[in-house]
């Protein structure tokens, strides 16, 4: 059983910045691609931004392109999310997913394990 665990949400002034982590249990961590991805009260969980094992490709959503980065450290079976340039639309519970594949994957359908979120909010 994998086990995702996130941290580093809170508040934040909008245009500030936040750096969200997942850690995961020791395994396969390194073999799978991952995501982020996001909720909002009365929302649907929408996908943020995915990276493929090995880090060197990386997919954004729309709404978050040029202002999230992503990357992971297999050494650490650590990923990450560098929020920079928040805005109020991007308050949400964050949650961060380990894929079926080692490809990038866009869809929660595509995703096995989930962490239990941790929540971002923007004041504007």
């Known amino acids: 059983q994998v086990q995702l665990v996130e941290s580093g949400g809170g508040l934040v002034q909008a245009g500030g910045s936040l750096r969200l982590s997942c850690a995961a249990s020791a395994g396969t961590f390194s073999t799978y691609a991952m995501g982020w991805f996001r909720q909002a009260p009365g929302k649907e969980r929408e996908f943020v931004a995915a990276?493929?094992?090995?880090?060197?490709?990386?997919k954004f959503s729309d709404s978050v392109k040029g202002r999230f980065t992503i990357s992971r450290d297999n050494s650490k079976n650590t990923m990450y999310l560098q929020m920079n340039s928040l805005k109020p639309g991007d308050a949400a519970v964050y949650y961060c997913?380990?894929?079926?594949?080692?490809?990038?994957?866009?869809?929660?359908?595509?995703?096995?394990?989930w962490g239990q979120g941790t929540q971002v909010t923007v004041s504007s």
């Open positions: 990276i493929t094992w090995s880090g060197d490709v990386t």
């Open positions: 997913a380990r894929a079926r594949a080692t490809r990038i994957l866009d869809t929660r359908a595509g995703y096995e394990y």
